[in-house]
């Protein structure tokens, strides 16, 4: 824990800005400290952290001390930090754990920018401004701080460095996670990317900030990392052993509900800002450039599938079974293919219909492949392989036109324009309903 300087020896000029605080105002940013049992370090982690802001940020803030089931004195020290600072105020949650405490924070936040940082302080708070520029700014959805990047500073010992560098190893290795650091107690979201991402956030403890992180960029939310100076807490109360065994856990469940489809994440699908991929182009309707090289891309995949397979096929039988058979094998795959990454459609919701939608059009194309080949030997008796081959991809060119505009007008009408299935309309009430559920959480709101 660092050493900071008491309340009662501040100069005259802090006490001034501690009291010149517009209290009808919203804030910018809202910094959460989720505490437990932290009856002695608190109060100079909220006077440091007031004063650094008061100092250097230039817009409004608040600081919330989210106190998740304290035993001790800490939800005294907290009431009496948030009477004596207008721009502090606490969270008594009955409940311990620190995603449960994050999230019914920010739930009930009105700030624009949501942060939270560790009691101990110690990350360097010289890193707070560079760490929410980007989201006041509407660059990033997301930004965490970093204490594995190339340019951090951190005094730690190598029991701690061995097993967060582990940990991040099995991260990537295992759910495909791009950012660098994922228990960083330095992190921070904009609102009404939170409204979205915490619904689906299902831990409550120490896992919650790597489930919101792995989710985000899954969905293609942009996430800002910040390198951090950062100083190992001699006395900190985590148990290390405990903790890591609750992530394992929680990685194994995030793992496998994203390789079943089983997480809604279209409702996070870029709703956010203005994205250049979504422009139009030239008169384009938006979302069509990109649809188009997206289904050229699996067509492209796809033809070359059905005519290995047709290949295969027809060792064994004649051109017609050996081309119906190719055809509906890959036509289940293009379908499948074309709904994720040309139409952009995640989950298992309506994959039945589409892929039976998709059949019929397949019955489209088998017909004007079967046909182009019975056409073929109609003309020719026995034709050659070679011939044969060059015949199926001239049918399957005018097949892909065709499968193309049957696909956006009636298999995926809804992406048709490029937009996310689920409007924010709907999913308003899943944030809603985690809000209701969580506010009987709250205690006494100073």
Known sequence: MRTDTPWSTLPARDHLLAGAVDAAGVPVLDVVVPVFNEEKDLEPCVLRLH????????????????????TDRTPQVAARLAAALPRVRSYRLAEKGRGRALRTVWSHSDAPVLAYMDVDLSTDLNALLPLVAPLISGHSDLAVGSRLARSSRVVRGSKREFISRAYNLILRSSLAARFSDAQCGFKAVRREVAQRLLPMVEDTGWFF?????????????????????????????????????????????????????????????????????????SGVPRGLARQLVGFCVVGALSTLFHLALYSLFRLCVGPQVANGGALLVSAVANTAGNRRLTFGVRGRGGAVRHQAQGLVVF??????????????????????HGTELAVLIAANLAATVLRFLLFRAWVFPERASGGPVASAASAAPASAGRADDTHHELGNVR
């Not at 293609?220 to 052993?241: A, K, Q, Y």
């Open 51 to 70: 004063d650094h802001l008061a100092r250097t940020f230039p817009y409004a803030f608040r600081i919330t001390v989210a106190d998740n089931a304290s």
């Open 209 to 281: 900030d790597t489930e919101m992180l792995v989710l985000a960029e899954r969905a293609g939310l942009r996430i800002h990392e910040v390198p951090v100076d950062w100083v190992d807490d001699p006395d900190s109360t985590v148990h290390i052993v405990r903790t890591a065994t609750e992530d394992l856990k929680g990685v194994w469940r995030v793992g496998r509900a994203l390789a079943v489809g089983a997480l809604p994440l279209d409702r996070l699908a870029r709703p956010f800002g203005d994205d250049p991929r979504d422009r139009a182009l």
């Open 363 to 384: 019955a489209i194309g088998l017909a004007l492949t079967s046909g182009s080949l019975a056409a073929l030997g109609a003309a020719s008796g026995s034709p050659s």
